[in-house]
Structures are given as structure tokens and as C-alpha cells.
């Protein structure tokens, strides 16, 4: 209208000069009538740094840092951005940014980490304990499993792997440390002893360990880890001051104990049942009611035999008698309960019985020499002095196995990221720490692209966030632990109703 007041044309886009840079699109406009032609026109906004070169747009390094946090990458987004008729930005374009978005986000949750244990010093200092003495549950999970090197073999198969170490000093239970190896090398594939393509140690290279590697106070973690032992090792050389103290996983040990039970043919003629069949189905839910009624015990004992000073008071004299009153319940018999038990009364409306949905009310195992001896050896497993020293702190690694799923989420089996790996890694430990409203927010500010505080995307961050804590607090709460209870009885009771039925069985064409 400035420059052809005259001029009754219509204003369009240019598509001819349409210039993409990423998601972010360069507009021209022209007339259709004149000769008018405007100046090039940003439709996105731009990080403002220092850096030399183009300056990246907000929204592709937004795009960036929200892929670390989910199991697609450039390959699947640029499918699905085409599948709707948007025209997807370059491959190279969207891994140049990846590679920058992934290095600020590794550097960036390394210091929150960092920030974290200095934290847990304050708190130590606070409680009056040595600030430098931690409590910890750690665990590792690899990009493939550890059985597919087909037996054994020098080294493990896996080629990438993540070592989550967690506190165990707060009610929160927040991620501390993290390790990532990682034996992929984005440009020469993998690296030997013999030949190095590159060098590892250089920084530039993505590959931080060669492929023939083998990938504190209290550790907690379950029973095949050579953690506590490297532990030990650095503290017999002088490197830490702490004396580790390695304490077994309870979950896994009941696990372990249960699967014991189940696996020893031995113990099959403890079961009640006419056949074969019958007996093996009756041991497997026998393996769970008496693991589960281990557990449930030793937990009660820890916070029973347990003085001010946390020194355990329990004997083997205690265990004892908690092993025949063990064997005296399952042979109907709940009259030592009452004396010796700590989670069942012994009464017609307060026993284990109607607690545990995995054995009929009406299950029993006959009296007599032979059998008492072998409900020893099943309880001896898990009620033995030595066995229990090992699990009184009741702690165990389920927060670490939960951040393993987090980590599936952003690092899945079926793809392979060899050059951003612990970038996503990263992010997925800090979206476990913060939340995914929150964790989102600031990786998103520290790209330099933050959200706008009155925009709706704020809105819809501060929701799922929200979201979030609430269903935390409700996984945790007696409710749904009642309601989990309820369900797993039904389904228990459904499978005894129906387990003469056979519906499925392994390789059935081939028999």
C-alpha cells in the first residue's frame, strides 16, 4: 500500500522463492497484478548466541531436545512429518542439530547430577552423619541381551551400556551418577585393541571403550554384578575412604528364592495333587506364597530387631524359630504365629492365608519327617543369619529398574544410536529426576529456546507434569496397593477355576 497505493492486487507467498530451514520455512510475498516483491520474511523465531555461522531456529532445536526423550529418531520423524504432508527438513540438517542438542544435554545433567550429591552432603550434615558417606542402588542395562553371545565368550556382546547409580538417603531416591560405554563409533563402526580406527580418547570420537571391554557405602544390587567388588578394590587402593558395604537386592532375592523352590524336583513330593501335573502347578504357587512370606518377615524383623544406633539384635535362634513356624503354618497349624510371627496372627480373620491370593484357603502339606526337612532346606535359602545381614536396610533396586525402562523409552533395542548415546541417555535420567513437564522446560531453556510462560504449550507442560506427580503419588498410596492385591487374588483364583484347561503350550505344531 506504500509503495502502489494504486494497486487493488492480492499478496501472496512466493512459492518459488520458499526457502526451508528445518521445520522453519523463508517467505517471499508478491503481487499478483504489480511488479511488487517483498524482502525474504522469517516465519520462526532464532537462538541468539555468539556462535559463529547460521543461527539455529527455536523450533528445531526444540524438536531435538523432545526426540531424546522418546524412541524415534530423524528416520521416523521425517515418515511421519511426510505421512501428513509437511515437507521434512534435511537428514543431515536434523543430525547436525541432534549432535549439538545431545552434547548440551549430556553437560547439562552432568551438573544436575553433580548438584544432586552435593545435596545429599547438606543432608548428611543436617542428620549429623559423615557428608561423604552414601547409601546407593546401582544396575546396568545393556542395548542387546548378555545371552546372545551364544554361551561363553571373552568378552560380553553387549555394545553399549548404562550403569544408573541411585541414592538411597531420601524418600525421593534420585538418580546421581550415571556411566555410559559405549563400543560404537559413528564413522569406522567399532573399535579393536589392535586397530583404532580413531582415537577414543580424543573427545571427537563417539566410541568411548574398545569392543573387547568388559563392561560408596552401602551398594545395593542384585546378584550378578561385579559392582561391590570394584568397590572394594578402590578403596584397598587407596582411591575412595569409605568402606563399601554390599547389600543384596531383596526383590531379587525373593525372586531368586522363589525360582529356587520351583526349579528343585526334589520338592514336588511336599505337594498335595493326584498327578504329575498337578503337583508342578501346586509347587509354582507355593514357590511364590513362601518367598513372598520370607520377604515379609525379614522386612518386619529389620525394623523390629533394629536399636538406635541401627545395629541389628537378631540371632539365629530367632530365625529358627521363625523356620518352624513357617512349617507349622503350612502344615495347618497357626498356633505358633501368634508368638513367632511377625505378618500373620494366626487367627481365623487375621493370617497369611487370607492375605496371599497365590494358595487356596484349604491348602496343606502333609506332617511328617521327610517333609519338615525339606521345608527346612527351602527356608534355609532366605532365613539364614549371613543371608540376612544382607538385606537389613530392606533395600533393593527397583528404582534402578525403573530407570531402565526409561532408558528403553529413549534408547530402543531396535535402533542404535551410536553417536548420541549418552545424550538421550542423559535425557532420560534427567527427565526421571525433574518429570516430563519440567524436564522439557529445562532442556529447553538450556538450548535457549524456552517456552512462553502465558502460551498454551506452558499449560500443556504444567498438565503433564502434574499428571505425573499424581500418578506417583497414587501408585504409592493404600488404595491402589489394595486394588493391585484384589486384582492379582482374581486372577489367581481364575487360574485355579480353569487350570485343568489347557489353552496354550510351547511348540505344539511340532509335537
Given at each position: 500500500?506504500q509503495k502502489?497505493?494504486?494497486?487493488?492486487?492480492?499478496?501472496?507467498w512466493?512459492?518459488?522463492?520458499?526457502?526451508?530451514?528445518?521445520?522453519?520455512?523463508?517467505e517471499?510475498?508478491?503481487c499478483?497484478?504489480?511488479?511488487?516483491?517483498?524482502?525474504k520474511?522469517?516465519?520462526?523465531?532464532?537462538?541468539?548466541?555468539?556462535?559463529?555461522?547460521?543461527?539455529?531456529?527455536?523450533?528445531?532445536?526444540s524438536?531435538?531436545?523432545?526426540l531424546t526423550q522418546?524412541?524415534?529418531g530423524?528416520?521416523s520423524?521425517?515418515?511421519?512429518?511426510m505421512s501428513v504432508?509437511?515437507?521434512?527438513?534435511?537428514r543431515?540438517?536434523m543430525?547436525?542439530?541432534?549432535?549439538?542438542?545431545?552434547?548440551?544435554?549430556e553437560?547439562?545433567?552432568?551438573?544436575?547430577?553433580?548438584?544432586?550429591r552435593?545435596q545429599?552432603?547438606?543432608?548428611?550434615?543436617l542428620?549429623?552423619d559423615?557428608?561423604?558417606?552414601?547409601d546407593?542402588?546401582?544396575?546396568?542395562?545393556?542395548n542387546?541381551?548378555?545371552?546372545?553371545g551364544v554361551?561363553?565368550?571373552?568378552?560380553?556382546?553387549?555394545?553399549?551400556?548404562?550403569?544408573?547409580?541411585?541414592?538411597?538417603v531420601t524418600?525421593?531416591?534420585?538418580?546421581i551418577a550415571?556411566e555410559?560405554?559405549n563400543?560404537?563409533c559413528?564413522?569406522?563402526g567399532?573399535?579393536?585393541?589392535?586397530?583404532?580406527?580413531?582415537d577414543?580418547?580424543s573427545?571427537?570420537?563417539?566410541?568411548?571403550?574398545?569392543?573387547?571391554?568388559s563392561?560408596?557405602h552401602?551398594?545395593?544390587?542384585?546378584?550378578?554384578t561385579?559392582a561391590?567388588k570394584?568397590?572394594?578394590?578402590l578403596y584397598?587402593?587407596?582411591?575412595?575412604?569409605t568402606k563399601?558395604?554390599?547389600?543384596?537386592?531383596?526383590?531379587?532375592l525373593?525372586d531368586n528364592?522363589?525360582?529356587y523352590?520351583?526349579?528343585?524336583?526334589?520338592?514336588?513330593?511336599?505337594?498335595?495333587g493326584?498327578?504329575?501335573a498337578?503337583?508342578?502347578?501346586?509347587?509354582?504357587?507355593?514357590?511364590?506364597?513362601?518367598?513372598?512370606?520370607?520377604?515379609?518377615e525379614?522386612?518386619?524383623?529389620?525394623i523390629?530387631?533394629?536399636?538406635c544406633d541401627g545395629?541389628?539384635?537378631?540371632?539365629?535362634?530367632?530365625?529358627?524359630l521363625l523356620t518352624?513356624t513357617?512349617?507349622?503354618?503350612y502344615?495347618?497349624d497357626?498356633?505358633?504365629?501368634?508368638l513367632?510371627?511377625?505378618?500373620?496372627k494366626g487367627?481365623?480373620t487375621?493370617n497369611?492365608?487370607?492375605k496371599?491370593?497365590?494358595?487356596p484357603?484349604d491348602f496343606k502339606i502333609?506332617?511328617?519327617?521327610k517333609?519338615?526337612k525339606?521345608?527346612?532346606?527351602?527356608?534355609?535359602y532366605?532365613?539364614?543369619?549371613?543371608?540376612f545381614e544382607?538385606t537389613?536396610?530392606n533395600?533393593?533396586?527397583?528404582k534402578?529398574?525403573?530407570?531402565?525402562r526409561?532408558?528403553r523409552?529413549?534408547?530402543p533395542?531396535?535402533?542404535?544410536?551410536?553417536?548420541?548415546f549418552a545424550g538421550r541417555?542423559h535425557?532420560?535420567?534427567h527427565?526421571r529426576?525433574y518429570g516430563p513437564g519440567?524436564?522439557?522446560?529445562?532442556?529447553?531453556?538450556?538450548e535457549?529456546?524456552s517456552?512462553?510462560?502465558?502460551s498454551r504449550?506452558?499449560?500443556?507442560l504444567k498438565k503433564?507434569?502434574?499428571?505425573?506427580d499424581?500418578?506417583?503419588?497414587y501408585?504409592k498410596?493404600t488404595?491402589?496397593?489394595?486394588?493391585?492385591?484384589?486384582?492379582?487374588?482374581?486372577?489367581y483364583d481364575?487360574?485355579?477355576?480353569?487350570?485343568d484347561?489347557?489353552h496354550?503350550?510351547?511348540s505344539?505344531?511340532?509335537?
Amino acid at each position: 500500500m506504500q509503495k502502489f497505493p494504486k494497486c487493488d492486487g492480492f499478496i501472496h507467498w512466493d512459492p518459488q522463492a520458499e526457502e526451508q530451514w528445518g521445520l522453519g520455512v523463508i517467505e517471499v510475498m508478491i503481487c499478483e497484478k504489480c511488479t511488487y516483491r517483498s524482502n525474504k520474511y522469517k516465519l520462526f523465531m532464532e537462538i541468539e548466541d555468539e556462535k559463529p555461522g547460521r543461527k539455529a531456529a527455536c523450533m528445531n532445536r526444540s524438536l531435538q531436545v523432545g526426540l531424546t526423550q522418546t524412541p524415534i529418531g530423524p528416520t521416523s520423524l521425517r515418515r511421519l512429518l511426510m505421512s501428513v504432508h509437511v515437507p521434512p527438513p534435511s537428514r543431515s540438517a536434523m543430525q547436525e542439530s541432534a549432535n549439538q542438542v545431545c552434547d548440551d544435554i549430556e553437560a547439562s545433567n552432568v551438573l544436575d547430577m553433580h548438584g544432586r550429591r552435593e545435596q545429599l552432603k547438606k543432608v548428611n550434615r543436617l542428620r549429623g552423619d559423615a557428608e561423604n558417606v552414601i547409601d546407593i542402588e546401582c544396575d546396568g542395562v545393556y542395548n542387546n541381551k548378555l545371552s546372545s553371545g551364544v554361551g561363553r565368550t571373552p568378552f560380553q556382546p553387549g555394545t553399549q551400556c548404562n550403569y544408573v547409580v541411585v541414592e538411597n538417603v531420601t524418600n525421593k531416591r534420585e538418580i546421581i551418577a550415571m556411566e555410559n560405554v559405549n563400543k560404537l563409533c559413528s564413522k569406522h563402526g567399532m573399535h579393536t585393541a589392535s586397530d583404532p580406527p580413531c582415537d577414543i580418547k580424543s573427545g571427537e570420537c563417539s566410541s568411548t571403550d574398545t569392543m573387547e571391554t568388559s563392561i560408596v557405602h552401602h551398594i545395593t544390587t542384585d546378584a550378578d554384578t561385579k559392582a561391590f567388588k570394584a568397590a572394594q578394590e578402590l578403596y584397598e587402593k587407596g582411591v575412595t575412604a569409605t568402606k563399601p558395604e554390599h547389600q543384596l537386592d531383596s526383590r531379587h532375592l525373593c525372586d531368586n528364592h522363589r525360582k529356587y523352590i520351583k526349579s528343585n524336583t526334589e520338592f514336588l513330593t511336599l505337594m498335595p495333587g493326584k498327578t504329575k501335573a498337578e503337583r508342578e502347578i501346586n509347587l509354582g504357587t507355593f514357590a511364590l506364597d513362601l518367598s513372598k512370606r520370607c520377604q515379609s518377615e525379614c522386612e518386619q524383623l529389620n525394623i523390629k530387631t533394629k536399636q538406635c544406633d541401627g545395629v541389628s539384635t537378631l540371632t539365629q535362634r530367632d530365625l529358627s524359630l521363625l523356620t518352624e513356624t513357617i512349617i507349622m503354618y503350612y502344615y495347618g497349624d497357626h498356633s505358633l504365629c501368634e508368638l513367632h510371627s511377625l505378618v500373620c496372627k494366626g487367627t481365623e480373620t487375621e493370617n497369611w492365608v487370607r492375605k496371599s491370593p497365590f494358595l487356596p484357603s484349604d491348602f496343606k502339606i502333609e506332617a511328617c519327617t521327610k517333609n519338615y526337612k525339606l521345608l527346612e532346606k527351602c527356608l534355609a535359602y532366605r532365613l539364614s543369619l549371613p543371608r540376612f545381614e544382607k538385606t537389613k536396610l530392606n533395600s533393593n533396586s527397583q528404582k534402578v529398574e525403573s530407570v531402565n525402562r526409561t532408558l528403553r523409552r529413549s534408547l530402543p533395542t531396535n535402533v542404535t544410536y551410536p553417536r548420541n548415546f549418552a545424550g538421550r541417555s542423559h535425557s532420560a535420567v534427567h527427565s526421571r529426576n525433574y518429570g516430563p513437564g519440567e524436564s522439557l522446560t529445562r532442556l529447553m531453556e538450556t538450548e535457549g529456546c524456552s517456552v512462553p510462560k502465558s502460551s498454551r504449550v506452558a499449560s500443556s507442560l504444567k498438565k503433564e507434569q502434574q499428571c505425573y506427580d499424581k500418578g506417583k503419588l497414587y501408585s504409592k498410596s493404600t488404595v491402589r496397593k489394595v486394588k493391585r492385591l484384589k486384582t492379582r487374588t482374581k486372577l489367581y483364583d481364575l487360574h485355579r477355576k480353569h487350570r485343568d484347561e489347557v489353552h496354550y503350550r510351547k511348540s505344539q505344531l511340532l509335537q
